[in-house]
């Protein structure tokens, strides 16, 4: 079962730090170092149905890469396309 960031989000908020303290969000941000930027689980208002709202923009779930909480690896896009190319899916 491929696990999406919206659904990593959620289970991380419900199960153990209502206002995502200590999640680290990577995502595609063009123009950046690497065009990768952080933003801290705080400064997330809402998981929405597209993406997630922060105060100044709307992050589209696409671009989130990787999703780490209290220092380890919850989420990781490669891992979750590997793992659906393994049963057949692209």
Do not use: C, Q
């Not at 709307?58 to 890469?65: A, C, D, E, K, S």
Request: charged share 30%.
């Amino acid at each position: 079962m491929t696990v999406t960031p919206r659904e990593a989000l959620n289970e991380i908020k419900w199960r153990y730090s209502r206002e995502l303290e200590g999640v680290e969000i990577w995502y595609i941000h063009r123009g950046a170092p690497g065009n990768m930027k952080m933003m801290e689980g705080k400064d997330v208002r809402n998981i929405g149905s597209y993406g997630i709202e922060t105060e100044r923009a709307t992050i589209p779930y696409h671009r989130i890469m990787r999703i780490i909480f209290n220092g380890e690896l919850f989420f990781d896009r490669e891992h979750e396309r590997n793992r659906g190319s393994e049963k057949g899916h692209t």
